[in-house]
């Protein structure tokens, strides 16, 4: 059909959240390698318009909410080049919630410098 799967968008999102992540300065693996682990627990993605193969897209992050617990983000999946010309449509929103657990999978609180302040991303 020459259209990205819709499945495809939920990798998407999770490189936005790591890419927003390692722009604080700190890799997912850090938070691993510290016992924080961050899972979905709501998944939210409202499809505007088809992806096109080959159309460049940007993924844009932002935190927009959480608690001691949880960190909830929004998305805006924009294509930003088609055939080669510049566009800017957005085409796809999206919102996750991610609970913080240990290596157990039980909920613990979120490290402190990890509480986000709403609207920071890229």
Do not use: N
Request: hydrophobic share 40%; glycine share 10%.
């Amino acid at each position: 059909m020459g259209v990205a799967h819709h499945a495809s968008y939920v990798p998407w999102l999770e490189i936005g959240r790591t890419e927003l992540l390692r722009s604080t300065g700190v890799s997912y693996r850090t938070l691993e390698a510290h016992g924080v682990f961050l899972v979905i627990v709501k998944l939210d993605v409202r499809y505007r318009r088809p992806i096109r193969y080959d159309d460049v897209v940007e993924v844009r992050t932002r935190v927009v909410g959480g608690s001691r617990v949880k960190i909830e983000h929004e998305y805006e999946l924009v294509v930003v080049e088609r055939d080669g010309a510049a566009k800017e449509e957005a085409v796809a929103a999206a919102a996750t919630t991610l609970a913080c657990v240990d290596g157990e999978g039980r909920v613990k609180e979120l490290p402190g410098w990890l509480v986000a302040e709403k609207g920071t991303g890229q």
